[in-house]
């Protein structure tokens, strides 16, 4: 009896010794390893509508065009120009990679079947030159476990279109859209794709109404004020051969920041990315190149 009861008393001391167990944060290296088993993923950051880090914060800034001008990213990082780098990793500007992306791994890792994460492909812990691009668990983001700050380094991903297959694959074609903000207008700091839900959408109407002959090649989609759409509002578009399509997008970004001028143009800083069907159910991939978001267009219009 005496042994058995001593037994128990083990088991419970062992029990609340792992409970007590605090793990190291996860790194960025953790993240892109797609291993975080033995870390926790980093859950201290400032109030959601706050865009600083608890530790010390700066405003990050490139310089472009000549002559030059400043352009202020939004989130404030503690360490600028690398992107969600460990430094960052309380900052809300990289909540999404440490967080929502780091959540995301742990639960496939340990097999949830309650999460919302979907990923493209296996992860494969311990292979980063094995990217995968993920549905977040709340699914209105994409990302991937590839570090790329944003979409000037898109076509850095081992598979730039990734993203733009997943949230096709997965939103509803009838009122949904995808959209990827320009730098200049971003609030995170690692590559994201908005997946939205906007039934009723100017946008869609407006792709709706034009003769899809003009748009196999990206050509200008002129966006009056007369229409409802607000100044800063400019996209070009071209439009799938067939309808029920997924579209390519990563392309015609590359394509078109390929084409601005040097010294680097500071439009390149507004360069933003939409997808989105029309009434007939045909795919269109978007450039946005004016002061409005990719979000506000795609997403709230």
């Known amino acids: 009896m005496l042994l058995s009861q001593s037994r128990s008393a083990i088991v419970v001391l062992a029990l609340g010794l792992v409970r007590n167990i605090v793990c190291a944060p996860c790194t960025s290296d953790d993240i892109t390893n797609m291993d975080v088993i ?177 748009y196999a090649t990206v050509q200008s989609v002129p966006l009056t004020t007369a229409e409802g759409f607000k100044p800063g509002s400019e996209m070009s578009c071209r439009v799938s051969l067939n309808n029920g399509a997924v579209i390519d997008m990563a392309r015609d970004i590359d394509r078109y920041l390929g084409g601005l001028v040097t010294p680097q143009s500071c439009a390149a800083y507004y360069v933003g990315a939409g997808v989105i069907t029309d009434a007939n159910d045909y795919t269109w991939a978007c450039v946005t190149t004016g002061t409005r978001s990719a979000e506000e267009l795609f997403c709230h219009t």
């Open 38 to 214: 033995g870390c926790d993923c980093p859950s201290q950051f400032p109030p959601a509508t706050s865009l600083t880090c608890t530790g010390p914060s700066q405003l990050c800034t490139q310089t472009c065009g000549n002559p030059q001008m400043t352009i202020q990213s939004r989130a404030m990082l503690t360490q600028c120009g690398q992107g969600c780098i460990t430094a960052n990793s309380n900052c809300n500007g990289c909540y999404l990679w440490f967080h929502s992306l780091c959540s995301c791994i742990r639960d496939l890792q340990h097999g949830s079947t309650t999460t919302g994460c979907m990923s493209s492909g296996n992860l494969n812990p311990g292979h980063p030159d094995q990217p995968v691009w993920m549905l977040l668990n709340a699914r209105d983001l994409i990302t991937t476990t590839q570090q790329l700050p944003g979409i000037l380094q898109l076509n850095n991903a081992r598979d730039p279109d990734g993203g733009w297959r997943l949230g096709q694959q997965t939103y509803d074609r009838a009122r949904g859209s995808l959209a990827m903000n320009s730098v200049a207008t971003r609030s995170e700091e690692q590559v994201h794709i908005h997946v939205c839900d906007i039934p009723a959408s100017k946008i869609r109407d407006k792709l709706s109404s034009l003769w899809r002959g003009n």
